[in-house]
């Protein structure tokens, strides 16, 4: 079931791809039939804007009861959920749980029934490995939200402002003077962004090339355009580049 132009949130089925040469709907959201009888008085789809792509992305999402909301206080820029995640120190645990007796009692039992009811198969043997991997368990915070970057400006900040301003009037309108304006508005914010990022990072290698005899100046400015490594990777990248550029200014 192809719920572009049928479900609540998007039954004009408003288009999903803008280009210079036309607009079409060819982006879809499918569901089965049994599972949208089901949720279609509660699910609604948005063809959300965008003016990094021609294609537009396709939002979908279920209402529940608010009785049936967890009211943990979690931050709204955060989720809060549960992975399983290997570690070394639970192994042991881990392993002797699936040698039991019990476990290979219940993994025998999947094995017989692949032939009969695979999915029924497969349904206990992840509901055994998820049992036995509780001591693998952990929370896992989310944060939502990206932090822009240092070189997006506020000039940037304009042009995405006018690109969606035009998206918004193209839906509106319908009209090619419209689309041609909108597409036109796009690719220009694209090559801003382009010349911003490219500019922002010759400079700071001009940065690391003037501080690489400064070992400390040369450490700061790598770490800090590197906060998401490991202290380990930032280590290692750190003498690998003081390295070669120290190599790279005796040959100068």
């Keep these: 079931c192809i719920l572009n132009g049928v479900c609540k949130g998007d039954l004009q089925g408003c288009y ?31 063809v ?41 120190l639970n192994a042991p645990t881990f392993t002797s749980l699936m040698c039991t007796d019990e476990t290979c009692a219940i993994l025998d039992e999947a094995i017989s029934l692949i032939d009969l009811d695979i999915d029924k198969a497969l349904d206990i043997f992840n509901n ?9 368990k952990k929370q896992i915070t ?11 400006d506020w000039e940037c900040k304009v042009g995405r402002r006018n690109v969606r301003r035009l998206l918004k009037k193209y839906r509106r309108s319908l009209l090619a003077d419209d689309r041609s304006a909108f597409c036109l508005a796009r690719r220009e914010y694209k090559n801003l962004l382009k010349k911003k990022k490219k500019y922002f990072y010759d400079v700071l290698l001009d940065k690391l090339i003037s501080s690489v005899k400064i070992r400390k ?36």
């Excluded at 989310?142 to 997006?152: A, V, Y």
């Design 16 to 46: 999903t791809y803008i280009s210079e040469t036309g607009s079409s709907v060819n982006d879809y959201f499918i569901l089965s039939n049994d599972l949208y009888a089901l949720i279609h008085s509660t699910c609604e789809l948005c």
């Design 48 to 88: 959300t804007g965008r003016i990094e792509s021609d294609h537009m992305p396709l939002t979908f999402r279920v209402i529940f009861p608010k009785e049936n909301v967890c009211s943990d206080e979690v931050s709204q820029h955060e989720q809060i959920i549960e992975k399983f995640v290997w570690d070394n």
């Design 128 to 136: 055994c490995i998820k049992e036995k991997a509780e001591c693998m």
């Design 142 to 152: 989310i944060k939502n939200g990206r932090k822009l970057d240092e070189w997006f």
């Design 217 to 252: 100046t040369f450490g700061n400015l790598y770490i800090r355009y590197h906060p998401k490594e490991s202290p380990s990777i930032i280590i290692f990248h750190w003498i690998v580049g003081f390295s070669i550029l120290e190599r790279y200014l005796k040959k100068k």
